[in-house]
């Protein structure tokens, strides 16, 4: 069965110090793997994404994340925190439809919320 | 470029009521999904239409819940009769391709008393 793991509720980070927001993820084949960030009161935004390619991938205000093969991770990652990045931010997969991953649909984690403080 | 819109934003019934939902994609995208957050549980997948076909519909909870997509463009979901455990934030996303990014509407938050 395919599942992302999120294994922080809460990611507290002062502002400036770097951040890591965790995600590891199990799917047959290779992952599509994509961040989403919720702000209050708002839809959930588009961050970045891994298909293919380079491990490391650059997305929106900063952001990037890592996908790791052999620890099955995707890690989100910032490296100087703003307390404007505080919000849920929630890691997604879809399955390689050639090991009979959902053509469409993510599963997501369950979301962990950054707080900065200044 | 207008984003996801989702109508209304909150709605408040009474168990046994009827909601629907609507969700308007970015001009263009084939693709449209449906999703649901219950109270601290995760995103959860309900149904995926491309054009006006449902590709997948295997998140459906129950045969109250009904979406549609008539002429390929916006969708409907509704739910009827509404139950208490109905509630939560409804999601609606589209996408140009199934393997890109999906984009994400603000959410219509259903409240079941």
């Known amino acids: 069965a395919q599942s992302v793991a999120q294994p922080e509720d809460q990611v507290n980070v002062a502002e400036g110090n770097p951040l890591t927001v965790k995600c590891t993820y199990s799917?047959?084949?290779?992952?599509?793997l994509f961040w989403y960030v919720q702000y209050p009161n708002r839809g959930l935004q588009f961050l970045l994404k891994?298909?293919?390619?380079?491990?490391l991938v650059k997305g929106s205000y900063g952001f990037e994340a890592e996908f790791n093969k052999s620890q099955t991770s995707f890690h989100l990652k910032k490296p100087s925190a703003l307390v404007s990045d505080s919000a849920l931010y929630f890691c997604?997969?879809?399955?390689?439809?050639?090991?009979?991953?959902?053509?469409?649909?993510?599963?997501f984690g369950k979301g962990t919320k950054l707080s900065v403080k200044p | 470029e207008a984003g996801v819109t989702q109508f209304p934003s909150h709605s408040v019934i009474e168990k046994g009521q009827t909601v629907t939902l609507r969700c308007d994609p970015i001009s263009g995208h084939d693709n449209l999904y449906w999703y649901r957050r219950v109270m601290g549980k995760e995103i959860k997948f309900l149904l995926h239409?491309?054009?006006?076909?449902?590709?997948?519909e295997s998140g459906m909870p129950n045969n109250r819940f009904l979406a549609e997509r008539t002429g390929g463009t916006y969708s409907t979901l509704k739910v009827q009769p509404a139950e208490l455990e109905d509630s939560g934030v409804y999601f609606c996303?589209?996408?140009?391709?199934?393997?890109?990014?999906?984009?994400f509407g603000q959410g219509t938050r259903l409240t079941v008393v």
């Open positions: 997604a997969v879809r399955g390689d439809m050639n090991y009979g991953g959902s053509q469409g649909n993510l599963i």
């Open positions: 996303a589209s996408s140009q391709v199934v393997r890109a990014e999906a984009f």
């Open positions: 239409f491309v054009k006006e076909s449902k590709q997948d």
């Open positions: 891994y298909i293919t390619g380079d491990n």
């Open positions: 799917v047959s084949g290779n992952p599509y």
